[in-house]
């Protein structure tokens, strides 16, 4: 009998040893390092940057909507909605919302903070975004009206996920952009430029408290100070913010988690229509057979990427698997380069078919694909001679349009709404990112149909047949999707990697003592 | 002296507009739009040029110039285009933190170079002399970007000792102090020791020698004093450098200094906020030298000034 009671007793410790120590846990502070300072400020409606964002998170959580992991929608203040046309919103929002200063969340306050955007006196850098809106409305104490001029699919998107700010404190505080007050799971304490920013829980957030009790971001500029830190164990969470050269020893490291998955991050090559050789479409055809680019993902970075053939991400509704996928061909690129009027002079011989330039910046990882693709062209007879300069003159000259051929990456794509910015015949330099005067009738007609088409199935087929025809077409050689990463102690739970970056899983994240 | 002191201040504001006018040239010169560094790719030229308008940066050059002269005779430095505060608001909170670093890395130089350059000259061609000159060699070689992760490694990862990196408490400021204060102490021990060679071989020291002073005296206040005056011209260069800022280091340990705070504006072209550092660490290096100076008179009541 007594030797059943300890067997059972050692069955019951180990239950609640095994089983509990997996059960999250109320306390702790989780410090995450930001790779540059936030230093624009908190305020939904002027912040632009991604360091600024993420604070922002965490003290809103989200706007009438939150982007979830798979990039839908869901209400967030909102508890509904409902459009009785395709230009009007109509948000019936959730009652017992709170700032954090106790002061209820209402339609008064989603009206003032799209309208002072609309202000010229605010001066935000989101008011072009709003372009389309035509008013916002105040029905009642909870309802909220939007009417845009015309349809817009993308609106919701790309507008109503930024955070509310109270009225009554933000038309009076000139400093609210630094003295935030959100409704989000971690309420603002304080930011010291340049070094961090400290936010403690919410107590009263409406989507049940945070486990965590204080978030600290620390401002660590430098990759290799953040490896130290993460490696040390004086920081506790690092997301996107690690070389690809060091993440393979930190997966060694048995004190750390890493998490790898995709995102929607695009690097691509761009081509001037400009340019005479790369206007004829055999030929920008054959430079990207010539690219072997699964080389290029695992030698320039390190295997962290997927082979892409769209700016569009496999993870976006709207994405098409069958835009077409430019395998590395080097023989069918130089027969294109001859069908294009190309010949090599020489044969093997040194002299090139044409000569153009590839811009780049200074970051050593954009010049080492630089030199890569060098290579791969010189191997079909294209000259290529490299451009480098610092990030801010190469991203002038990107913008106006000077340039043969360049690499970047589209950052955070979250929507095919961002065709019109990139395809569009009227965002050539210097109205927009068409900046390689890239002129598609067809392509202009379909942009324009897929922002006005509300009915998801139809918009996908408009945006397949879109990306089919850019993926022929070829203003772009897609190169790769960048997987997201996120290195963390392991003592830290319930982080989910979202493929834009989003920190909106902190809210549920929880710390072992 | 006074009229010297005057004379100094008063020199000040040429060099001030002269920096002003160099600077506002330079940062609009260059390629790149703060406006559209803010909105991001996916900015249309609307978009831009509105928020341009609404900011001022389309008036023509001349007219910007001209308010941004008038507003600095009034004191006023303008707002910074990213964060609209107060440029000298966001300058003097990042000053501490430079001013500490620089503080502590002068506190490491000087207990390193003044002993170790002095007892080089009076022990010339022993080992400690041969050490001290390989020190110095090695801490002018060491770039602050190699020697500063060194430290990392081996003090936190290692050791775990100390932080990686931060601000705070004193044991942040201890691995950027060493990193700066090493390669300061590296040309700072060179220049003691060749400085006091030469005071050592001076007809007043064997005097006093021939006197019978003790020798630590004969060292320290009759030889020391006279060979720290082209020690404190170098110092006080260093010191002015650092207290505008130390870029790498600062980077490399997070030190929130005004050396990061000055690329990153670059970086964004926010004018304004370029503008205000350049001044401010003009101004410093002014104010430094003209310390350096009024020093000389002290350390030696030979060098007056009429």
């Known amino acids: 009998m007594r030797r059943f009671f300890i067997i059972v007793m050692t069955l019951i410790a180990l239950t609640i040893f095994i089983f509990g120590a997996g059960k999250p846990q109320y306390g702790g502070t989780l410090i995450i390092a930001l790779d540059s300072d936030p230093n624009g400020g908190f305020d939904p409606r002027l912040s632009t940057s991604a360091a600024e964002a993420r604070v922002m998170q965490l003290v809103f959580g989200g706007g009438l909507f939150i982007r979830e992991k798979d990039m839908s929608l869901r209400p967030f203040v909102a508890e509904s909605y409902e459009m009785p046309d395709n230009k009007t919103f109509v948000f019936h929002l959730k009652k017992g919302i709170k700032f954090h200063n106790g002061m209820e969340l209402t339609a008064e306050d989603v009206a003032y903070t799209y309208n002072s955007i609309l202000d010229p006196k605010l001066k935000s850098p989101k008011k072009s975004g709003l372009s389309n809106l035509e008013k916002v409305e105040v029905v009642d104490k909870y309802t909220v009206k939007f009417v845009l001029k015309k349809p817009d699919a993308w609106f919701a998107q790309w507008n109503l996920t930024m955070g509310i700010v109270p009225k009554a404190v933000a038309e009076k505080d000139p400093n609210f952009a630094f003295n935030p007050v959100g409704y989000g799971p971690f309420k603002f304490v304080r930011y010291e430029p340049g070094n961090q920013v400290v936010l403690e829980a919410n107590e009263d957030y409406f989507e049940g408290r945070p486990y965590l009790d204080k978030v600290v971001l620390r401002i660590i500029p430098d990759p290799t100070t953040r490896f130290a830190e993460i490696k040390a164990g004086t920081v506790d969470l690092v997301q996107n913010g690690i070389s690809d050269e060091d993440l393979p020893l930190l997966e060694k490291d048995k004190n750390l988690v890493v998490v790898k998955e995709p995102g929607v991050i695009i690097r691509y090559i761009a081509f001037n229509f400009k340019n005479p050789y790369l206007s004829n479409k055999l030929v920008r055809q054959a430079i990207a057979y010539a690219l072997d680019v699964k080389t290029i993902i695992s030698e320039v970075f390190k295997g962290n990427a997927q082979w892409a053939n769209s700016v569009l991400a496999p993870m976006i509704k709207d994405y098409n698997p069958a835009a077409r996928w430019y395998h590395y061909d080097p023989e069918l690129s130089k027969w294109l380069l001859d069908l294009a009027g190309y010949p090599d002079p020489d044969g093997d011989g040194p002299k090139k078919r044409f000569t153009v330039t590839y811009k780049c910046t200074t970051d050593p990882t954009s010049y080492m694909m630089a030199q890569i693709v060098q290579q791969y062209l010189a191997d079909v007879g294209i000259d290529v001679k490299i451009e480098q300069y610092e990030w801010a003159t190469f991203y002038a000259q990107a913008k106006k349009g000077e340039f043969d051929m360049y690499s970047l990456q589209w950052v955070g794509i979250d929507s095919p709404a961002i065709y019109r910015y990139i395809f569009h015949s009227n965002s050539v330099p210097p109205n927009g990112a068409n900046r390689g005067f890239y002129i598609n009738p067809e392509i202009d007609k379909l942009i324009e149909e897929g922002e006005v088409t509300m009915d998801p199935d139809k918009r996908k087929e408009i945006y397949a047949k879109l990306q089919e025809i850019v993926g022929d077409d070829a203003p772009y050689v897609h190169i790769c999707w960048f997987l997201n990463h996120v290195v963390m102690s392991k003592k830290v739970h319930g982080f989910v990697l979202y493929p834009a970056g989003d920190f909106a899983s902190i809210a549920k994240v929880w710390k072992e003592k | ?306």
């Open chain 2, 1 to 306: 002296m006074i009229r010297y002191i005057i004379n100094r201040l008063l020199l000040t504001i040429p060099v001030v507009i002269a920096v002003s006018v160099l600077v506002f040239l330079f940062i609009h010169l260059i390629p790149g739009d703060p406006v559209e560094m803010m909105l991001g790719e996916t900015a249309t030229i609307a978009n831009v040029e509105e928020i341009r308008h609404m900011l001022g940066l389309d008036k023509p050059l001349g007219i910007q110039f001209l308010d941004f002269m008038k507003n600095l005779l009034k004191g006023d430095l303008g707002k910074s285009i990213v964060s609209r505060r107060p440029v000298m608001q966001i300058v003097l909170e990042r000053y501490p933190a430079t001013i500490k670093l620089t503080v502590a890395s002068a506190i490491v130089a000087l207990i390193i170079s003044i002993p170790l350059g002095t007892l080089a000259a009076v022990k010339h061609y022993s080992w400690i002399d041969n050490l001290s000159m390989i020190f110095a060699l090695l801490g002018v070689s060491m770039p602050n970007f190699w020697l500063g992760p060194l430290l990392i490694i081996l003090f936190s990862l290692t050791l775990g000792w100390l932080p990686p990196s931060g601000y705070g408490g004193f044991k942040y400021i201890i691995l950027p102090a060493i990193t700066l204060g090493t390669a300061m102490s590296a040309s700072l021990t060179r220049l003691v020791r060749s400085s006091m060679l030469e005071v050592l071989d001076q007809e007043y020291i064997k005097t006093a020698r021939a006197k019978g002073l003790r020798e630590r005296l004969v060292i320290y206040r009759h030889a020391l004093r006279n060979a720290l005056i082209p020690v404190i011209t170098v110092f006080g260069m260093q010191i002015g450098s650092l207290l505008s800022g130390a870029l790498i280091t600062e980077t490399i340990f997070s030190w929130p200094g005004v050396g990061r705070l000055f690329i990153e504006s670059i970086f964004r072209r926010d004018f304004p906020l370029v503008q205000g550092c350049v001044l401010i660490i003009a101004l410093t290096y002014v104010f430094v030298n003209f310390i350096v100076d009024i020093t000389y008179g002290f350390i030696n009541p030979k060098i007056r000034y009429e």
